[in-house]
């Protein structure tokens, strides 16, 4: 696990986004890795413009959404579908649909899409690269404290922490997702590679014991050190406070 401060959101953002964008070129079938959440607004706005400036094919790309929140359909501006479309999709025009995946909150049988989510996943091969956020108690995708570490993706319910930090995207706080379908940490952990990205204070304690901590599920992102390829980014904020 390499640990990098590259100072600030913004470089951090554009040095994910070149990465993407030699994977995308280097195999225009790529299996990408994605996250949604404010940690990775900058990613999608830098990418979709380097994207478009080198003239990307990006049609054959096949991405993969770590999450979505159950009752959230696509036309939801809250559900990470939108979050995606606006963000990312609609920003070239060539995205394929039927390559771009995003479990559905609103599936009648949220079991059986989450079986066929992890079917699907398992069926592209392994991820070149899955980009991550981290929840300020530590989880990855949506999978909380003592979540094991063989787990797959399924309907998972968020902490009240997980919540409170959700909810300053919402106006009621009654409107705030209980639950999730997440893909699991063995889920994650099938990519060829993997880059965690975390700014600011509220990620202090998190990134602090990720890296100087044990491996041990009450951490989900502590399974990254059974990884052997993963790169933490993060801001100077967070690396001065834990170096
Ligand atoms: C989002 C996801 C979550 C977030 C995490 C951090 O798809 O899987 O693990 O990455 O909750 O969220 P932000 O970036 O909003 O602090």
């Known amino acids: 696990m390499q640990l990098y401060n590259l100072r600030n959101k913004q470089l951090a953002s554009q040095y994910v986004a070149i990465e993407f964008l030699k994977q995308i070129k280097a195999r225009p079938d790529a299996v990408l890795g994605l996250a949604t959440g404010s940690t990775m607004t900058d990613l999608y706005t830098q990418l979709s413009d380097l994207l478009n400036a080198n003239h990307v094919d990006v ?12 009752g959230a359909g696509p036309k939801d501006l809250h559900s990470y579908y939108a979050y995606m479309h606006q963000r990312f ?5 060539q995205w394929n649909e ?46 909380e404290p003592g979540t ?23 106006k009621h706080s009654e409107d705030v997702p209980k639950q999730a379908l997440s893909m ?24 602090q014991r990720l890296v100087n901590g044990e491996t041990t599920e009450d951490l989900p992102a502590s399974i990254l050190h059974n990884h052997d390829n993963v790169e933490i980014i993060v801001d100077d904020v967070i690396y001065q406070a834990i170096k």
């Open 59 to 70: 049609s054959g790309v096949r991405t993969f959404n770590l999450d979505e929140y159950v």
């Open 89 to 93: 999709f609609n920003q070239n025009e």
């Open 98 to 143: 039927d390559n771009i995946y995003i479990p559905s909150g609103v599936a009648e049988d949220l079991d059986q899409e989450a079986k066929h989510y992890e079917d699907a996943l398992k069926a592209v091969g392994q991820p070149d690269i899955q980009i991550l956020g981290i929840g300020e108690n530590g989880h990855i995708g949506f999978n």
């Open 148 to 170: 094991p570490f063989d787990s797959q993706t399924r309907v998972v319910d968020l902490t009240p922490s997980t919540m409170h930090a959700n909810s300053v995207h919402f």
């Open 184 to 207: 699991g940490l063995s889920s994650i952990m099938r990519a060829k590679r993997i880059i965690l990205l975390a700014f600011g204070d509220k990620k202090i304690d998190a990134i």
